[in-house]
T-cell receptor
């Protein structure tokens, strides 16, 4: 158990809908990262937050947004969903950017 | 644009043998990461390499970084079946932290 909790584990939704994925980091970790893994695109870094502030941005679509709350949990919002958004979404946390990150079990999103 | 290439993409090796996975990247980067992923599972962070010449070892795995050559290696010593997994490298920069991943190396260790 990495100590990082992601919910839900599975999500099936229709095109055009909006979903929210949640991540609770390890106790004491200030950085939260979001990644997408799909067969087509491989692993992609989406976004990083550090202590509530956006720290780095990767290949995140404009239809996607994220935030980190004062209690350090984070949410990834995906809107106007398309079939191509079907993927595994991982959250990870670390003390800071130079430290090893610990990954949650992922949320498998299926858009139908 | 930052590109990351891993090779080989597939590696089948016998237990007890040594082998190296290579990770090349196209532009100057500040951090190099290695991850492991078991089939159907999440990612596990193995190493974070921060400077030229950095070498880190854990068990049968040793990672090194040559920033001048834009090359990192993951060396496997005396492979065992439990090392079978997909290994990813990734790089990013301090100021422009857009992290990029390699395609992954699927390692199979046979008895």
């Amino acid at each position: 158990d990495s100590g990082v909790t992601q919910t839900p584990k599975h999500l099936i939704t229709a095109t055009g809908q909006r979903v929210t994925l949640r991540c609770s980091p390890r106790s004491g970790d200030l950085s939260v990262y979001w990644y997408q893994q799909s067969l087509d695109q491989g692993l992609q870094f989406l976004i990083q937050y550090y202590n509530g502030e956006e720290r780095a941005k990767g290949n995140i679509l404009e239809r996607f947004s994220a935030q980190q709350f004062p209690d350090l949990h984070s949410e990834l919002n995906l809107s106007s969903l398309e079939l191509g958004d079907s993927a595994l979404y991982f959250c990870a946390s670390s003390v800071d950017s130079t430290a090893k990150a610990f990954f949650g079990q992922g949320t498998r999103l299926t858009v139908v | 644009e930052l590109k990351v290439e891993q090779n080989p993409l597939f590696l089948s090796m016998q237990e007890g043998k040594n082998y190296t996975i290579y990770c090349n990247y196209s532009t100057t980067s500040d951090r190099l990461y290695w991850y492991r992923q078991d089939p159907g599972k999440s990612l596990e962070s193995l190493f974070v390499l921060l400077s030229n010449g950095a070498v880190k070892q854990e068990g049968r795995l040793m990672a090194s970084l040559d920033t001048k050559a834009r090359l990192s290696t993951l060396h496997i010593t005396a492979a065992v079946h439990d090392l079978s997994a997909t290994y990813f490298c990734a790089v990013d920069k301090y100021n422009n932290n857009d992290m990029r991943f390699g395609a992954g190396t699927r390692l199979t260790v046979k008895p």
